[in-house]
């Protein structure tokens, strides 16, 4: 995996909320929850952290709700108000991270995950990599995804 040269941007569908992204995640995995399959409509979404200093709406404004994530945690979803797609929640526990959501991104080409959480959520029918790690719920700690991530780059 190659980095793109930072700061990188993305925005939401309608171009009211755009953001920058300041310098290189801290890893990308996907979730497999229920949350992240109700507001994707899909199987899953991706998940990027960034140190929350690296992040910066720098058009239109995030709106959202707390919400109590299968994890039993309190997460701000953040998203545009005009046009509802989510850019990034912010995990009330973890308050110097942000988990955005890469496809925001204006070119996510780079943005490989490593890994997938509540893997025991997952429809059968979607691929997960045995190879790769794979936590059936919330991790407790995210480090063996952020390890993952940094030996992807390391290989370039
Ligand atoms: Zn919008
Ligand atoms: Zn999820």
Sequence with gaps: MK??????????????????????????YACHCKDCQRFSGTTHTLSMVVNATDA?????????????????RTVRMLGCAQCGTKIWNEPLASPHILVMKPGTLDDMGWAQP????????????????????????????????????AAELAKG
Excluded: M
């Design 114 to 149: 490593v890994g997938n959480i509540w893997t025991d959520r997952a429809q059968s029918w979607t691929h997960i990599d045995p190879g790769v790690p794979n936590f059936p719920g919330q991790p407790g700690d995210r480090q063996p995804l952020f390890d993952a991530f």
């Design 56 to 72: 910066e709406v720098i058009a239109g404004a995030l709106a959202g709700f707390d919400k109590a994530a299968d994890s039993g």
């Design 3 to 28: 980095l793109p040269t930072f700061p990188v941007e993305g925005g939401c569908q309608c171009g009211a909320v755009r953001y920058r992204l300041k310098a290189a995640p801290l890893g990308i």
